[in-house]
Protein backbone atom coordinates (compact mmCIF):
# COMPACT_ATOMS: atom_id res chain seq x y z
CA UNK A 1 0.00 0.00 0.00
CA UNK A 2 1.10 3.64 -0.90
CA UNK A 3 1.41 6.80 1.15
CA UNK A 4 1.67 9.13 -1.63
CA UNK A 5 2.09 12.62 -1.71
CA UNK A 6 1.58 14.47 -4.72
CA UNK A 7 3.37 18.10 -5.59
CA UNK A 8 1.50 19.62 -8.60
CA UNK A 9 3.03 23.37 -9.29
CA UNK A 10 0.81 26.24 -10.60
CA UNK A 11 -2.20 24.25 -10.06
CA UNK A 12 -4.03 26.80 -7.96
CA UNK A 13 -2.23 29.81 -9.76
CA UNK A 14 -1.71 32.45 -9.47
CA UNK A 15 -2.64 33.61 -12.61
CA UNK A 16 -3.60 37.01 -13.10
CA UNK A 17 -4.50 37.28 -16.35
CA UNK A 18 -7.54 34.87 -15.55
CA UNK A 19 -9.38 38.40 -14.52
CA UNK A 20 -9.45 38.84 -18.08
CA UNK A 21 -10.78 35.84 -19.49
CA UNK A 22 -14.65 35.49 -19.73
CA UNK A 23 -14.92 31.55 -20.30
CA UNK A 24 -15.31 29.76 -17.67
CA UNK A 25 -12.19 27.70 -15.65
CA UNK A 26 -12.67 23.78 -16.67
CA UNK A 27 -14.49 21.49 -14.06
CA UNK A 28 -13.23 18.41 -12.39
CA UNK A 29 -15.00 16.67 -9.74
CA UNK A 30 -12.05 14.60 -8.51
CA UNK A 31 -10.15 17.89 -7.62
CA UNK A 32 -13.19 19.56 -6.21
CA UNK A 33 -14.05 16.75 -3.87
CA UNK A 34 -10.84 16.55 -2.80
CA UNK A 35 -10.34 20.06 -1.88
CA UNK A 36 -13.43 20.33 -0.43
CA UNK A 37 -13.56 17.26 1.79
CA UNK A 38 -10.02 16.74 2.10
CA UNK A 39 -8.25 17.92 5.49
CA UNK A 40 -6.25 21.03 4.83
CA UNK A 41 -2.60 21.33 5.83
CA UNK A 42 -1.29 24.52 7.34
CA UNK A 43 2.31 25.92 7.85
CA UNK A 44 3.69 25.38 4.08
CA UNK A 45 5.80 27.49 2.32
CA UNK A 46 5.11 29.00 -0.92
CA UNK A 47 7.33 28.42 -4.31
CA UNK A 48 8.30 25.55 -6.23
CA UNK A 49 11.58 24.64 -4.54
CA UNK A 50 10.57 25.97 -0.79
CA UNK A 51 7.38 23.17 -1.43
CA UNK A 52 10.07 20.55 -2.89
CA UNK A 53 12.37 20.99 0.09
CA UNK A 54 9.81 21.25 2.66
CA UNK A 55 8.43 17.79 1.78
CA UNK A 56 12.23 16.43 1.43
CA UNK A 57 12.64 17.63 4.83
CA UNK A 58 15.44 19.98 3.69
CA UNK A 59 17.02 23.65 4.51
CA UNK A 60 14.93 26.14 1.73
CA UNK A 61 17.54 27.73 0.37
CA UNK A 62 19.38 25.31 -1.61
CA UNK A 63 22.03 25.27 -4.01
CA UNK A 64 19.44 25.13 -7.16
CA UNK A 65 22.25 24.77 -10.10
CA UNK A 66 24.36 22.02 -8.20
CA UNK A 67 21.10 19.95 -7.68
CA UNK A 68 20.34 20.61 -11.05
CA UNK A 69 23.88 19.79 -12.62
CA UNK A 70 23.38 16.30 -10.39
CA UNK A 71 20.39 15.67 -12.50
CA UNK A 72 22.53 16.52 -15.73
CA UNK A 73 25.24 14.76 -15.07
CA UNK A 74 27.24 17.89 -14.83
CA UNK A 75 30.36 18.11 -12.70
CA UNK A 76 30.26 21.16 -10.26
CA UNK A 77 33.59 21.14 -8.84
CA UNK A 78 34.97 25.22 -8.84
CA UNK A 79 32.08 27.41 -8.67
CA UNK A 80 28.76 27.03 -10.75
CA UNK A 81 25.76 28.63 -11.61
CA UNK A 82 22.88 28.03 -14.11
CA UNK A 83 23.44 29.83 -17.21
CA UNK A 84 20.13 29.37 -19.42
CA UNK A 85 19.42 29.99 -22.60
CA UNK A 86 16.80 32.75 -22.88
CA UNK A 87 15.52 35.58 -25.28
CA UNK A 88 15.22 39.22 -24.02
CA UNK A 89 12.30 40.47 -26.22
CA UNK A 90 12.56 44.50 -26.74
CA UNK A 91 9.41 46.41 -25.16
CA UNK A 92 9.13 50.17 -25.73
CA UNK A 93 10.80 50.88 -23.23
CA UNK A 94 12.08 47.43 -21.68
CA UNK A 95 13.04 43.95 -22.20
CA UNK A 96 10.90 41.08 -21.46
CA UNK A 97 12.31 37.51 -21.15
CA UNK A 98 11.22 34.21 -22.76
CA UNK A 99 13.01 31.01 -21.77
CA UNK A 100 13.85 27.66 -23.92
CA UNK A 101 9.51 26.92 -24.04
CA UNK A 102 9.70 29.72 -26.74
CA UNK A 103 13.18 28.76 -28.45
CA UNK A 104 13.60 25.41 -29.22
CA UNK A 105 16.75 24.64 -29.19
CA UNK A 106 18.60 22.22 -31.23
CA UNK A 107 21.82 20.51 -29.96
CA UNK A 108 23.57 21.45 -32.26
CA UNK A 109 22.78 25.22 -32.31
CA UNK A 110 23.65 24.66 -28.43
CA UNK A 111 27.17 23.32 -29.27
CA UNK A 112 28.09 26.21 -31.63
CA UNK A 113 26.85 29.13 -28.87
CA UNK A 114 28.94 27.32 -25.93
CA UNK A 115 31.49 26.47 -27.76
CA UNK A 116 32.19 30.50 -29.15
CA UNK A 117 31.22 31.70 -25.87
CA UNK A 118 34.25 29.11 -24.32
CA UNK A 119 36.88 30.33 -26.41
CA UNK A 120 36.03 33.98 -25.86
CA UNK A 121 35.77 33.45 -21.99
CA UNK A 122 39.01 31.17 -22.35
CA UNK A 123 41.06 33.84 -20.23
CA UNK A 124 38.54 34.49 -18.25
CA UNK A 125 38.35 30.86 -16.51
CA UNK A 126 35.25 30.27 -17.86
CA UNK A 127 33.41 27.70 -19.34
CA UNK A 128 29.97 26.76 -20.56
CA UNK A 129 28.03 23.52 -20.22
CA UNK A 130 25.11 21.25 -20.75
CA UNK A 131 23.84 17.72 -21.64
CA UNK A 132 20.14 19.23 -21.88
CA UNK A 133 19.61 22.00 -24.75
CA UNK A 134 17.33 23.76 -21.89
CA UNK A 135 19.85 24.03 -19.10
CA UNK A 136 23.34 25.83 -19.51
CA UNK A 137 26.06 25.63 -16.77
CA UNK A 138 28.53 27.98 -16.19
CA UNK A 139 31.66 27.32 -14.14
CA UNK A 140 33.37 30.25 -13.01
CA UNK A 141 37.07 30.13 -11.29
CA UNK A 142 35.70 31.32 -7.70
CA UNK A 143 32.55 32.17 -5.91
CA UNK A 144 30.74 34.73 -6.78
CA UNK A 145 28.93 37.40 -4.20
CA UNK A 146 25.82 37.73 -5.98
CA UNK A 147 22.14 37.65 -5.76
CA UNK A 148 20.00 35.89 -8.29
CA UNK A 149 16.37 35.35 -9.43
CA UNK A 150 15.49 31.93 -10.67
CA UNK A 151 14.17 31.70 -14.10
CA UNK A 152 10.88 30.70 -13.67
CA UNK A 153 10.11 34.07 -11.80
CA UNK A 154 11.44 36.31 -14.28
CA UNK A 155 9.80 34.62 -17.30
CA UNK A 156 7.72 37.25 -18.94
CA UNK A 157 8.65 39.90 -16.70
CA UNK A 158 10.66 43.14 -17.26
CA UNK A 159 14.50 41.61 -17.27
CA UNK A 160 15.77 45.27 -15.42
CA UNK A 161 13.72 44.04 -12.29
CA UNK A 162 15.21 40.68 -12.17
CA UNK A 163 19.10 41.19 -12.85
CA UNK A 164 21.72 39.91 -10.27
CA UNK A 165 22.00 41.78 -7.37
CA UNK A 166 25.07 42.14 -4.21
CA UNK A 167 29.33 43.02 -5.19
CA UNK A 168 29.96 40.92 -8.06
CA UNK A 169 26.89 42.06 -10.18
CA UNK A 170 28.10 44.42 -11.79
CA UNK A 171 31.04 42.27 -12.81
CA UNK A 172 28.42 39.59 -14.25
CA UNK A 173 26.33 42.15 -15.88
CA UNK A 174 29.64 43.16 -18.03
CA UNK A 175 30.39 39.41 -18.98
CA UNK A 176 26.31 38.97 -19.57
CA UNK A 177 26.61 42.42 -22.10
CA UNK A 178 29.78 40.60 -24.10
CA UNK A 179 28.17 37.44 -24.35
CA UNK A 180 24.96 39.30 -25.46
CA UNK A 181 27.38 41.04 -28.76
CA UNK A 182 29.06 37.75 -29.64
CA UNK A 183 25.66 35.60 -29.33
CA UNK A 184 23.97 38.52 -31.56
CA UNK A 185 26.64 38.27 -34.40
CA UNK A 186 26.43 34.64 -34.06
CA UNK A 187 25.75 32.54 -37.20
CA UNK A 188 23.50 30.49 -35.10
CA UNK A 189 21.30 33.57 -34.42
CA UNK A 190 21.60 34.82 -37.96
CA UNK A 191 19.97 31.89 -39.54
CA UNK A 192 17.26 31.76 -36.77
CA UNK A 193 16.20 35.60 -37.58
CA UNK A 194 15.85 34.56 -41.15
CA UNK A 195 13.81 31.66 -40.44
CA UNK A 196 11.61 34.01 -38.10
CA UNK A 197 12.71 32.14 -35.19
CA UNK A 198 13.27 33.69 -31.78
CA UNK A 199 16.93 34.42 -31.16
CA UNK A 200 19.49 32.92 -28.40
CA UNK A 201 20.36 36.53 -27.11
CA UNK A 202 21.10 36.15 -23.83
CA UNK A 203 21.85 33.54 -20.65
CA UNK A 204 20.38 33.68 -17.21
CA UNK A 205 22.36 33.31 -14.31
CA UNK A 206 20.72 31.72 -11.57
CA UNK A 207 20.48 29.14 -8.56
CA UNK A 208 23.20 29.92 -5.86
CA UNK A 209 22.39 28.42 -2.08
CA UNK A 210 23.25 26.75 0.47
CA UNK A 211 25.36 23.30 0.69
CA UNK A 212 23.47 20.06 0.37
CA UNK A 213 22.94 17.95 3.26
CA UNK A 214 20.90 15.05 2.58
CA UNK A 215 18.31 14.00 5.74
CA UNK A 216 18.93 10.81 6.90
CA UNK A 217 16.94 9.11 6.86
CA UNK A 218 15.20 10.29 3.30
CA UNK A 219 11.00 10.51 4.15
CA UNK A 220 10.37 9.20 1.01
CA UNK A 221 11.27 5.55 -0.45
CA UNK A 222 10.76 6.82 -4.04
CA UNK A 223 10.44 9.91 -6.33
CA UNK A 224 7.83 9.62 -9.36
CA UNK A 225 8.69 12.93 -12.13
CA UNK A 226 10.69 14.33 -14.66
CA UNK A 227 11.41 17.87 -13.30
CA UNK A 228 15.00 18.60 -13.26
CA UNK A 229 14.80 20.10 -9.63
CA UNK A 230 13.04 16.86 -7.95
CA UNK A 231 15.27 14.20 -9.99
CA UNK A 232 18.85 15.86 -8.36
CA UNK A 233 17.63 15.66 -4.80
CA UNK A 234 16.64 12.12 -5.63
CA UNK A 235 19.87 11.45 -6.67
CA UNK A 236 21.68 13.25 -3.69
CA UNK A 237 19.30 11.83 -0.99
CA UNK A 238 20.04 8.09 -3.20
CA UNK A 239 15.84 8.06 -3.32
CA UNK A 240 14.74 5.76 -6.13
CA UNK A 241 13.24 7.84 -9.02
CA UNK A 242 10.94 6.33 -10.68
CA UNK A 243 9.63 7.08 -14.85
CA UNK A 244 6.36 9.09 -15.01
CA UNK A 245 3.45 6.64 -14.75
CA UNK A 246 -0.51 6.86 -13.66
CA UNK A 247 -0.28 3.19 -12.99
CA UNK A 248 0.23 2.79 -9.11
CA UNK A 249 -0.42 -0.55 -8.36
CA UNK A 250 3.45 -1.99 -8.37
CA UNK A 251 4.23 0.83 -5.79
CA UNK A 252 4.55 0.16 -2.14
CA UNK A 253 5.50 2.66 0.69
CA UNK A 254 5.87 6.55 0.50
CA UNK A 255 6.12 8.06 -2.60
CA UNK A 256 6.09 11.65 -3.88
CA UNK A 257 4.78 12.79 -7.19
CA UNK A 258 5.40 15.26 -9.21
CA UNK A 259 3.40 16.94 -12.04
CA UNK A 260 5.23 19.90 -13.49
CA UNK A 261 2.85 19.84 -16.86
CA UNK A 262 1.14 23.19 -15.51
CA UNK A 263 4.09 25.37 -14.89
CA UNK A 264 4.85 26.91 -18.15
CA UNK A 265 1.60 28.10 -19.04
CA UNK A 266 1.09 29.79 -15.71
CA UNK A 267 4.51 31.27 -16.53
CA UNK A 268 3.48 32.89 -19.37
CA UNK A 269 0.23 33.63 -18.58
CA UNK A 270 -1.25 31.59 -21.33
CA UNK A 271 -4.57 30.57 -19.77
CA UNK A 272 -5.55 28.88 -22.96
CA UNK A 273 -2.78 26.63 -22.34
CA UNK A 274 -2.78 26.41 -18.71
CA UNK A 275 -6.66 25.30 -19.42
CA UNK A 276 -5.65 22.30 -21.84
CA UNK A 277 -3.24 21.32 -19.67
CA UNK A 278 -5.48 21.26 -15.99
CA UNK A 279 -8.14 19.22 -18.29
CA UNK A 280 -5.37 17.05 -19.02
CA UNK A 281 -4.23 16.19 -15.82
CA UNK A 282 -7.94 15.61 -13.86
CA UNK A 283 -8.24 12.95 -17.19
CA UNK A 284 -4.56 11.56 -16.76
CA UNK A 285 -3.93 11.80 -13.21
CA UNK A 286 -6.30 12.30 -11.05
CA UNK A 287 -8.86 9.62 -12.61
CA UNK A 288 -6.21 7.22 -11.65
CA UNK A 289 -5.28 8.47 -8.36
CA UNK A 290 -8.72 8.31 -7.41
CA UNK A 291 -9.30 5.00 -8.49
CA UNK A 292 -5.99 3.75 -6.20
CA UNK A 293 -7.72 5.58 -3.35
CA UNK A 294 -10.99 4.04 -4.23
CA UNK A 295 -9.61 0.27 -4.29
CA UNK A 296 -7.10 0.68 -1.55
CA UNK A 297 -3.90 0.57 -3.73
CA UNK A 298 -3.32 4.38 -2.10
CA UNK A 299 -4.28 4.76 1.55
CA UNK A 300 -4.06 8.44 1.25
CA UNK A 301 -2.92 11.74 -1.47
CA UNK A 302 -1.69 14.74 0.33
CA UNK A 303 -2.04 17.35 -2.58
CA UNK A 304 0.14 20.14 -2.48
CA UNK A 305 0.56 23.27 -4.59
CA UNK A 306 3.15 25.67 -4.88
CA UNK A 307 0.84 28.49 -3.19
CA UNK A 308 1.17 27.51 0.38
CA UNK A 309 -1.65 24.82 -0.16
CA UNK A 310 -1.91 21.21 0.96
CA UNK A 311 -4.84 18.56 1.37
CA UNK A 312 -4.79 15.25 2.60
CA UNK A 313 -7.16 12.69 1.59
CA UNK A 314 -8.36 9.50 2.65
CA UNK A 315 -10.62 6.87 1.35
CA UNK A 316 -13.16 8.20 3.90
CA UNK A 317 -13.39 11.58 2.68
CA UNK A 318 -15.43 10.46 -0.48
CA UNK A 319 -18.53 10.21 2.17
CA UNK A 320 -18.86 13.46 3.21
CA UNK A 321 -21.28 14.97 0.52
CA UNK A 322 -22.15 17.50 3.00
CA UNK A 323 -18.77 19.11 2.16
CA UNK A 324 -19.55 20.69 -1.36
CA UNK A 325 -17.24 23.15 -3.11
CA UNK A 326 -15.13 24.37 -6.32
CA UNK A 327 -11.66 23.66 -6.71
CA UNK A 328 -11.99 26.82 -9.43
CA UNK A 329 -12.24 29.12 -6.16
CA UNK A 330 -9.04 28.68 -4.67
CA UNK A 331 -7.64 29.38 -8.15
CA UNK A 332 -5.20 32.90 -7.16
CA UNK A 333 -5.76 35.97 -10.28
Known sequence: MTELSVL???????????????QPL?????????????????????????????LLALDSNLFAAKISA?????????????ADPVHFKAEMDHAVLLDQHRLGIYPEEAEKLVSAFNRHFAEDGLQLTYTDTRR?????????DIQTTPLSQAIGRNVHNFLPQGNDARHWRKILNEAQMLFHG?????????????????????????PIKAASPPVFDWIMGDEV????????????????????????????LVIDSLSAAASYGDVEAWMDE????????????????????????????????????????????????DWRDLVEK
Open 70 to 82: KADDIATDGYTLR
Open 229 to 256: LACGLARYQRINMLPMQNDFSACQGRGL
Open 26 to 54: PSCKILSHWLSRGQQLDGLPRGYLPMLTH
Open 136 to 144: WYLRFPAAL
Open 278 to 325: VKKLCEHWLKPLQQGLKEGQISSIKLYTDNGRGFEIHRRHRWKFWHRG
Open 186 to 210: HDVNQRRESAGQLTINSLWLWGEGE
Open 8 to 22: IPALLGPLAELKDVQ
